[in-house]
């Protein structure tokens, strides 16, 4: 095992997969000259050269919709969006382009293209950059949506989503380029998608998060060990497809579910999740199902707003007492 | 918009941490802006780019190449005697096709949006006959069943398609504004307006990528020269050098909007030249013109140099079969077809004494009866078994649905 930062992670699955196979390319804003806005492709350029660590203008809907075209023809891009936020400018080709071209045509054209890079809140940068976007792209069928927690499921997913025949997004969290974490040494390391990670197993309350808010519930665990509750934490990976039936199983088990999700409240993860488990386990339910999501708002500057908005780990500990009936 | 994140995520990083436990620190080093530490007399990125203001005003003549109809002959172009009578067949086939979509639409065999082609058949036929076809690439927009027959798309599964049927090129998924055929590189009609120039150049990307010689048609209409989408995919052909041939289809009308009400700079082709393109402008009513045009462009895309095209033409039929098309001027539409680019290619065959009036007759017959078998074929054809739906959404075939 190797410890790497998720960025390094991210580098070692794409370079990798990229002296694999030659059709594999990197394009973006700031990912060759500059090294990458946060580093990601660090040295990439020097490894594979401007024809295949490409830097692009600011133009988001111009090189997503060039990603496609090229994967339409059997090349496999990997495009960075500098953040998902700026995805929105390139929303017709991400939601209407990509995951549409194999329906249309009737399988003749396949896209296996991998849109990656930071999503969600990153701290007090503002409403327009602190978009999640999971829910939003598992809305649109022929899409795929990763959200990985860790260096090690990033590595071995990301490698997957490149080799994937379909399109992908991939979503990272800046706030985790720096997170260290073991990597497994194997040679090709890859991770099934639409398999969720049982991350800590428990008896009392089923709690399930993916990226950033995987930690939060780790540490709400935590939290609710000291109280002497044993929560079970589950980590998706990827949110479509949705690994439903180890999300079910722990429910059986538990009896109680709080789904966190950095997404807007309205049409969430959190509510999809919600709705299958209510769907296919509701004789198995001992409370509702409660969420941990921000707000229905913006997101905000202020840093006080801003600890009010993001999902935190007293709230997964109350919204977990709550389906336990505990008193708080 | 897209800005520069050089400090926030320093600072986030750490609230990051603090707050929920993160397993390591985050790398406060990567996120720093690097210009800072270069040293001035070190060699950088530096580019061309000066602050240089000349003291007079920037005199400029542009020339423009221009492709009007009658100018050329086959011998011109390269074209044998015995390319002529197949041009006018591909030609009358896209004719004949379409009058009985028309018809088929009114019988309600056909259903959906119906964009017909009618009036501009020139353009997909004289720019097929300027290519490999099976090794370049072609794109383009929603009114695509001119240039998918053009290229020898299978008129019976183009029908088929248009009555929604298993056979159809697109297997019934697809629809009028969907033809696909990737043995004969025909990357789709595409619905969004303009959406489909980035991917166009994206083809064209490809091609480069794997060092083939080949080249990618993209096609659209003059609607789609008001859309980013147009600047981006013009700005990405001209910084990565991409073998394509941007051709506006400028059939003066957007839907019911003609050209010049929202155009700033109604000659569609000089929009190109802020890219630093090759501009040339041609006539859609004359084979001859479109072929020599594209033949051109074609050629410097292989070299590289992608270039951008406008072929002015006009469609007979409405934006689609639902619009009467009432937004046109007296007498226009009549103006129009005694310029008709099949009447034209055919007193051409008949002044050349390469076929006679009734050899051409025999032709066209040929294809109507060609035509009536494509819509018996498509009616004798089945729709998708139910279970098609799941069909193609993804690559993989137990793809986990919720059903």
Redesign the interface.
């Known amino acids: 095992m190797a410890t790497l930062?998720l960025?390094e992670a991210i580098r070692a699955a794409m370079t990798e997969e990229m002296e694999r196979d030659e059709d594999v390319?990197l394009m973006g804003?700031e990912v060759a000259?500059?090294?990458g806005?946060?580093?990601v492709s660090?040295g990439m350029l020097d490894q594979f050269g401007p024809?295949r660590v490409?830097d692009?203008?600011?133009?988001?809907?111009?090189?997503?919709?060039?990603?496609?075209?090229?994967?339409?023809?059997?090349?496999r891009?990997i495009i960075e969006f500098?953040?998902f936020n700026?995805s929105f400018?390139a929303f017709?080709?991400v939601v209407?382009?990509a995951p549409n071209?194999?329906?249309?045509?009737?399988?003749?054209?396949?896209c296996?293209i991998v849109f990656r890079g930071p999503n969600g809140a990153?701290?007090?940068?503002g409403a327009t950059?602190s978009n999640s976007t999971e829910a939003l792209y598992s809305n649109f069928?022929?899409l795929?949506v990763i959200a990985p927690s860790?260096p090690d499921d990033a590595k071995g997913l990301l490698k997957s989503a490149i080799r994937?025949?379909?399109p992908i997004v991939f979503l990272e969290s800046?706030?985790?380029?720096?997170?260290?974490?073991e990597v497994s040494d194997e040679e090709d390391y890859l991770l099934p998608i639409?398999k969720a990670r049982i991350a800590r197993e428990g008896e009392d309350v089923t709690i399930v998060a993916h990226s950033?808010s995987y930690?939060?519930a780790m540490?709400a665990a935590e939290e609710l060990e000291k109280e002497g509750y044993d929560a079970e934490v589950i980590d998706p990976r990827t949110i479509k497809?949705l690994d439903?039936e180890t999300i079910i199983r722990s429910v059986m088990k538990t009896n109680r579910l709080v789904v966190i999700d950095e997404s807007s409240p309205f049409a969430s993860v959190a509510s999809e999740v919600t709705h299958?488990v209510q769907e296919r386990a509701f004789d198995h339910l001992d409370a509702p199902v409660l969420r941990v999501t921000p707000p229905d708002t913006p997101a905000p500057y202020a840093?006080n707003l801003m600890?009010r908005y993001?999902p935190?780990?007293e709230e997964t500990v109350r919204a977990s007492k709550r389906v336990l009936y505990a008193t708080t | 918009?897209?800005d520069?994140?050089s400090k926030?995520?320093t600072?986030?990083?750490d609230?990051?941490d603090a707050?929920?436990?993160?397993?390591?620190?985050?790398?406060?080093s990567?996120?720093e802006d690097?210009a800072a530490d270069e040293s001035t007399e070190e060699q950088g990125?530096w580019t061309k780019q000066s602050i240089d203001i000349p003291e007079g005003p920037i005199k400029e003549t542009v020339e423009y190449e221009t492709y009007p109809a009658s100018r050329f002959t086959h011998d011109d172009l390269g074209l044998s005697d015995d390319d002529l009578m197949p041009m006018l067949r591909n030609m009358l086939l896209q004719r004949r096709f379409e009058e009985r979509c028309r018809q088929m639409y009114q019988r309600q065999n056909i259903s959906g949006f119906l964009h017909l082609y009618i009036g501009q058949e020139a353009v997909s036929t004289g720019s097929v006959y300027g290519i490999r076809l099976g090794e370049d690439?072609v794109?383009t927009a929603y009114r695509d069943h001119g240039i998918g027959l053009a290229m020898g798309m299978d008129p019976k599964a183009c029908m088929a398609e248009l009555f929604g049927k298993k056979s159809?090129?697109?297997?019934?998924?697809?629809g009028s504004m969907?033809f696909?055929?990737?043995e004969k590189r025909m990357?789709?009609g595409?619905a969004?307006v303009g959406?489909?120039?980035?991917?166009?150049?994206?083809?064209?990307?490809?091609?480069k990528?794997?060092d083939e010689d080949n080249v990618?048609l993209c096609f659209f209409g003059d609607g789609a020269m008001a859309q980013?989408?147009y600047r981006?995919?013009l700005?990405?052909a001209g910084?990565?050098d991409l073998p394509i041939v941007f051709i506006c289809e400028n059939n003066q009308y957007a839907m019911g909007t003609a050209v010049d009400r929202v155009q700033a700079e109604p000659d569609l082709f000089k929009h190109g030249r802020s890219f630093g393109m090759p501009c040339s402008l041609a006539s859609g009513m004359d084979v001859f013109s479109v072929n020599g045009a594209v033949k051109d462009h074609v050629e410097m895309a292989r070299e590289g140099q992608p270039s951008m095209l406008e072929i002015r033409t006009y469609r007979y039929q409405g934006h689609s079969i639902s619009d009467p098309a009432k937004y046109r001027k007296e007498g226009e539409l009549d103006a129009r077809k005694s310029e008709d680019a099949i009447v034209r290619l055919q007193q051409y065959i008949i002044d050349q004494d390469i076929a006679t009036d009734s050899e051409i007759e025999t032709l066209d017959d040929e294809i109507k009866q060609e035509v009536l078998d494509a819509i018996e074929f498509a009616n004798n054809s089945d729709f998708p078994d139910d279970d098609a739906i799941y069909?193609?959404?993804?690559?993989?075939e137990d793809?986990?649905f919720?059903n």
């Open positions: 930062q960025r390319f804003e000259e500059y090294d806005a946060y580093k660090q024809d490409i692009t203008p600011i133009a988001e809907l111009g090189f997503s919709g060039l990603g496609i075209g090229a994967a339409m023809s059997g090349l891009p500098m953040t700026f400018v017709d080709q209407n382009n071209m194999r329906y249309m045509s009737g399988g003749q054209f396949g296996p990153a701290g007090q940068l950059h069928p022929g795929k860790n994937d025949d379909d800046e706030q985790m380029y720096g997170m260290k974490g639409g950033k930690h939060v540490k497809p439903i299958q840093p600890d993001m935190s780990v | 918009m897209a520069d994140n926030a995520p600072d986030s990083a609230a990051f707050k929920s436990g993160g397993d390591g620190a985050a790398d406060k990567a996120v690097t990125p690439s794109i159809g090129c697109s297997s019934g998924k697809g969907h696909f055929d990737s990357f789709g595409h969004i959406a489909h120039l980035p991917v166009g150049a994206g083809i064209a990307f490809a091609h990528y794997r990618c980013g989408a981006e995919a700005n990405l910084i990565y069909d193609h959404v993804y690559a993989q793809y986990p919720i």
